[in-house]
């Protein structure tokens, strides 16, 4: 799949827009997951932590001994990691059938045919 930049003119400066390298799409790719599980983390973080005490956090019924800031940054991360697994199934679900099960590669002829011999 290709893309086209969205680049704007700027004074004299002459429009190269052009389709997105393969480097660029795949990091495309990865910031439309990874930008927007950082804000909802970043929430989702906020909201926890102004409701629960890291203080008074237990884990598999044992308290955790470990500084407040490891334990918001701990924190983070779990947010993070679940948004992101989140983020990316959503950006998967949102191509096309043809695209994910690479149909427009196979010929529809072999696609109904089983291999027996």
Do not use: C
């Amino acid at each position: 799949m290709k893309y086209q930049k969205n680049a704007s003119r700027v004074g004299n400066v002459p429009d190269m827009s052009g389709l997105l390298t393969f480097a660029e799409e795949a990091l495309m790719k990865w910031i439309y997951i990874l930008w927007p599980s950082f804000v909802t983390a970043v929430l989702g973080e906020m909201v926890f932590f102004a409701l629960i005490n890291p203080k008074e956090l237990y884990l598999l019924g044992q308290p955790v001994y470990w500084s407040p800031i490891a334990i918001y940054s701990v924190g983070f991360l779990m947010f993070w990691g679940l948004t992101a697994i989140t983020a990316s199934l959503y950006y998967f679900f949102q191509k096309p059938a043809e695209e994910i099960n690479h149909l427009d590669d196979k010929p529809a002829s072999k696609m109904h045919h089983s291999h027996s011999h």
